[in-house]
């Protein structure tokens, strides 16, 4: 769930591959369901205990619109790096061995929340709908999406780095 919520905030409009999923209401936050993701985090649902990275980044090489409102230098990089996320789950102490499963849901319910709440705070946020906007003015519709047509401005990378610490299989 942090996850859809963090690209919910980060790629507007949501690109129509990623919107395969109905509304899901968990945690009464009401965010459409991304399918594409959830198969993504296939391999860290095998071992929760690693981190998963999420990095948000615009990729300005095709549209000089983009580059200008970020004010990037031709000899700069077409791709920057906004926004790393990185969400881990550590238990306290060892494995436990029971879950109390409505106080788990209350904690986590506050702690999304609170997610949702600084996503719309950090820098990021007024960009993406800035960026939304000037491709929007450029001629870029949600139809281009599902079309092959032009990418979101901001993109997004999955990944799971090895924990500190940890040898590899």
Partial sequence: KATELVLHSRLQPLPAVLRRGGVNRWFNIASAELLTVHDELEAWRQ??????????????????????????????????????????????GGPPTSISWPTFYKRFMVLLRSVLAQLRLLPTHRLAANLSRLRRSSGSSAADDSAGGPTAPLQYCISLPRAPGRAAP
């Fill in 47 to 92: 071992d929760i205990s690693q981190p998963l990275q999420i990095d948000i980044f615009v990729d300005a090489a095709e549209e000089p619109r983009i580059r200008a409102a970020l004010g990037l230098q031709p000899e700069e990089p077409t791709t920057v790096l906004l926004e790393r996320w990185r969400l881990r789950y550590e238990p306290l």
